[in-house]
């Protein structure tokens, strides 16, 4: 029951798709999916899938589906790619299951897993997934170069190929990267937009802005390429390229003006007061939670309303954008023709190509029965425990709110740089059935991590192991290297109860590592060191040793005593100037220049003495000294 | 045939072979115009993709006969050429592209209501920013061919001098299409037949290929000649380069890979010498491309970089701080025991 109404939502889409390769073997439809969530939230699901058939594509003859990508494609025999760039956090708790059952989503950063043709051998697939990821990271304008062997594990149960390979599918291999460190900005945004027939420029893809797509609380970016073949019409199979973009955001914070974004409080009349608390009184207050469904207009949302259509080779069927809400709200819609279909809680509206699309929904009070949002299959989290620098824990939490057990598996791609100790792996409350395990090497390859395991119903199961940390060198640490270094997520599948295909996703959040780090200005702190040590030393002891002893007056004057000299009498000189004023003061000063001008002859006869002086002490000495001898 | 001495006349002009060929000053008064023949083409390359794609200024056309239409006239031709080169041949359709921001646009002329665009403003028509024309990968160039179909709001759209296809020098062609009817999704193989042929005709002289002789295989014999001269050129001066190298960086470490493809470049360019006296071009030609192909992996050797290797002012670098603090008392009291040994000599001179 529960998965039937699980899978309702990516059925729906599914038949769309199919529907429209039986038409003709060239297609594009493109779908934007609106749900309003709890808490003044807002789920947007834009869909663009494009079809060509194999013919085309082996004799590179392109019309919908982008040529960029499927030269990379060719090149690299990539049968089936997964590509995502995520950010931010879904809530579970107050949303609900993930859109999609999380199969168009991947974890914080850049995920990447794809099946590509081995050639038979083992290194050959290697060697063409360091090419895709290059090759991927020019198109994308993101640093998908850094997925290295270190970052690339080979899943065993994880993932099922979505595509139908015929008998191809022995020779494929699967390979996953993930980059929790990659920030998606503008730049990523750009290159898929331009992989798109009508480029953001007719259509639902006008509504994609940079501004807002960034801004909200969750969004995922997501490439898939895939061969389907259909059975009915004589099996031309077609390749299938589906792009969307899942984004929750919040409706106050995206209806802020761009010119005026900074967030104002409400007047305080506006605000209701809880009542129930103690200290709530006419100047303190305590709000209440929103729970009323706030006023939103499509335009403030994303920016500008939805310019003209994007319709190539479609039927009269087809809708491009569905709103999800209960039957009673009040919709206006303008520059749209709404079709009616049997469903009271979606609205299906199609655009036309010489009006642009606006959608407003008015405030309205928290209703009755409310959309019921579908349970999660799983609650993943997952944290680092632990203190210091040498060693941690990895604990992780699944608690499963169904009335039936759960099988699932469980992925970790850890770096080599953090080293598990499998042997105090420990699980709470739940069977362990498979363990796939492949240890790390040092920068050579990470650990790899895949775990089957059971839960019973309505319980948490705790997954515990002690990991030892390592000390990378010197050169290995990036540019901020206080900051950590980023854990990929957990990839958790619920199998379904069926078996086969399918079943959902549930990732975790990233986690950051702190390692022990050097102090890097050490390198300075030596050479200085080390350059004042020598100085002191060697300086002193060479002084000592080389350093004659003259008598001060037969030292030669060196010319910047001289100048030191002659700048200090300048400066007497301009102070005597200054205090002198009085004739008196002027009489007494030449009084006491004649005595200064005796003096100094007086002071000259002295020093002659002293010289004559001192050459009589010289000539004493000489004389001690003759008599000594003699 | 005088044409193509000149042409071998003006490749040879720059070489150190220049002195051993004769009498070329006969040549000089055509030199101009095979100067721009020559810059107008792609460089040689083992391997070409050809790249047909149509842009639409609007939402229409979204699909053209492209298939039948290449393989009707486009590749007759590149059968011809096999011999000079391998070729690839890929498609797109893209819509919604628009001209580039930086160029003035086309303006309305309104005694013909036509749409007119510079002849400045032909350099910049390709928007690089927007439309995606990612060269192929794999080793070769790519030559992009355009077709253009102007947006509903700006058509007919035609060049100010007249005509409506120009060539990019040593990157593609431009072609303007303007469509009978706003509403046409599909372009079929009968509308574009125009259009292929004047493909066919920048794809000639993006790849150098002679104006004269009338005959499409003496032209093409003739580019073969022209191949195999600028491809030993290209191949000797790369060699030359590699050697200049090796004894400038003299702590440099040669694989054993590149003194292979040394020896081979040697020995096929030695061959194709041979053939070229012997008339026997098409082997000339094979040697030729052998030995420009392995002269370029030996030069390009991927460990063979120039940084790895630090100058000797690193190693200054490292040592100074040490020997900084004990070297300067030293120095300056060698200075002054000099000046003081020049004073006692001087002295003594005085004195005795």
């Known amino acids: ?630 | 045939m005088a044409d193509e001495q000149a042409s071998i006349a003006l490749l040879l002009r720059d070489s150190p072979l220049h002195d051993s060929f004769r009498d070329e000053s006969a040549f000089a008064s055509q030199f101009e115009s095979l100067q721009r023949r020559t810059t107008r083409a792609f460089k040689p390359a083992p391997s070409y993709h050809l790249t047909f794609s149509l842009f639409a200024g609007g939402s229409a056309p979204s699909s053209w006969d492209i298939e039948t239409a290449a393989e009707q006239y486009i590749n007759p031709l590149l059968q011809a050429l096999s011999s000079i080169s391998d070729f690839t041949v890929d498609t797109q359709v893209q819509l919604h592209a628009s001209i580039s921001p930086a160029i003035a646009g086309p303006t309305f002329d309104t005694p013909t209501i036509t749409w007119t665009l510079l002849a400045s403003d032909l350099s910049g028509f390709v928007n690089a920013a927007e439309w995606p024309l990612s060269p192929g990968i794999g080793s070769g160039s790519t030559i992009n061919l355009i077709l253009y179909v102007p947006h509903p709001r700006q058509t007919p759209l035609t060049l100010s001098g007249g005509g409506n296809s120009w060539i990019i020098p040593q990157w593609g062609g431009v072609q303007i299409l303007n469509p009978a009817s706003n509403t046409t999704s599909h372009l079929s193989a009968a509308h574009i037949e125009p259009v292929m042929l004047t493909f066919a005709d920048q794809l000639m002289s993006l790849l150098g290929v002679p104006d004269s002789p009338p005959s499409l295989s003496l032209r093409i014999a003739a580019l073969q000649r022209e191949r195999t001269t600028s491809l030993i050129l290209s191949a000797s001066s790369t060699l030359g380069a590699l050697v200049r190298l090796t004894r400038k960086l003299q702590s440099i470490a040669i694989p054993k890979t590149v003194a292979h493809s040394v020896e081979l470049t040697i020995s096929h360019l030695e061959q194709a010498c041979t053939a070229l006296s012997e008339g026997d071009y098409a082997a000339a030609l094979t040697s030729a491309k052998v030995a420009e192909a392995e002269a370029e992996k030996a030069f390009f050797e991927p460990s063979m970089v120039g940084q790895v290797y630090f100058p000797e002012e690193h190693k200054f670098a490292v040592y100074v701080p040490l020997l900084g603090p004990m070297g300067v008392p030293l120095v300056m009291t060698l200075i002054k025991e000099a000046r003081g040994l020049v004073g006692r000599r001087k002295g003594k001179v005085k004195v005795g």
Request: hydrophobic letters at 35%; aromatic letters at 8%; glycine letters at 8%.
């Open chain 1, 1 to 630: 029951m529960h998965l039937s109404t699980l899978l309702s939502l990516p059925a729906s889409l599914a038949l769309l798709t199919l529907a429209t390769v039986y038409a003709s073997p060239h297609s594009y439809t493109e779908h934007l999916h609106l749900l309003p969530l709890p808490q003044s939230h807002l789920h947007a699901h834009f869909n663009f899938t494009a079809t060509t058939p194999l013919s085309a594509y082996e004799s590179s003859h392109f019309r919908y589906f982008p040529r960029s990508l499927a030269q990379i494609l060719q090149h690299t025999r990539t049968k089936e790619l997964h590509l995502r760039f995520t950010t931010g956090r879904w809530d579970d708790e107050s949303w609900g299951a993930r859109p999609l059952d999380g199969t168009r989503e991947g974890g914080t950063g850049v995920e990447l897993w794809a099946w590509v043709d081995g050639g038979g051998s083992k290194t050959v697939p290697e060697e063409r997934w360091s090419e895709l990821v290059n090759s991927l990271s020019g198109l994308f304008c993101a640093s998908l170069n850094f997925i290295d062997s270190t970052k690339t594990v080979r899943p065993v149960r994880l993932f099922e190929p979505e595509g139908d390979h015929g008998s191809e599918k022995g020779g494929l291999q699967l390979l996953h990267g993930m980059l929790p460190h990659e920030v998606v900005c503008t730049e990523n945004l750009t290159p898929f937009l331009k992989l798109l027939p009508c480029k953001g420029k007719a259509g639902i893809s006008t509504l994609l802005d940079g501004h807002k797509l960034f801004d909200a609380t969750w969004q995922s970016m997501a490439i898939d390429v895939r061969p389907v073949c259909g059975a009915a019409d004589g099996g031309e199979c077609v390749l299938e390229i589906q792009q969307s973009v899942s984004m929750a955001l919040s409706i106050p914070r995206s209806m802020r003006d761009r010119h005026d974004p900074i967030p104002r409080p409400a007047k305080i009349e506006d605000v209701q007061c809880d009542e129930s608390k103690p200290w709530n009184g006419h100047d303190t207050c305590f709000p209440n939670a929103v729970t009323d469904e706030p006023a939103w207009t499509l335009s403030k949302v994303f920016g500008h309303a939805a310019k003209g259509a994007c319709d190539l080779e479609r039927n009269d069927q087809a809708f491009d954008v569905t709103l999800e809400v209960p039957s009673d709200r009040p919709v206006n819609a303008t520059g749209a023709s709404e079709l009616t279909f049997p469903s009271t809680t979606r609205r299906h509206y199609r655009l036309s190509a010489s009006s642009s699309f606006d959608l407003s929904l008015p405030a309205c009070p928290s209703p009755v029965n409310p959309m019921a949002l579908f349970t999660p299959p799983l609650y993943a989290t997952r944290q680092i425990a632990g203190h210091g620098q040498e060693r941690g824990s990895m604990h992780t939490t699944l608690r499963n709110p169904h009335a039936h057990p759960l099988t699932l598996v469980y992925m970790e791609s850890l770096p080599w740089y953090l080293r598990p100790y499998m042997h105090t792996l420990r699980l709470s409350n739940g069977k362990q059935e498979k363990l796939y395990y492949t240890p790390a090497l040092d920068r050579e390859r990470g650990t790899h991590l895949e775990l089957v395991l059971t839960i019973p119903a309505q319980s948490t199961t705790t997954l515990t192991y002690d990991f030892e940390k390592a000390v990378l060198r010197y050169t290995e640490y990036p540019p901020d290297a206080n900051r950590g270094f980023d854990v990929a997520p957990a990839v958790v599948r619920v199998l379904s109860e069926h078996g086969g295909f399918g079943g959902s996703y549930v990732r975790t959040t990233s986690l950051l590592l702190s390692l022990p780090t050097p102090d890097f200005s050490m390198p300075y702190n030596v050479i200085i060191l080390t350059s004042t040590v020598i100085a002191l030393g060697f300086g002193s002891l060479f002084n000592l040793l080389t350093r004659s002893f003259v008598l001060a007056e037969e030292v030669p004057p060196s010319p910047l005593a001289g100048i030191i000299r002659r700048a200090r009498d300048a400066v007497k000189g301009l102070l005597g100037k200054k205090t002198g004023g009085d004739e008196k003061e002027s009489k007494a000063a030449d009084a006491q220049a004649g005595e200064t001008a005796e003096a100094p002859s007086l002071a000259k006869e002295r020093t002659d003495g002293k010289a004559n002086g001192i050459a009589n002490g010289h000539a004493d000495l000489r004389e001690r000294k003759a008599r000594v001898v003699t």
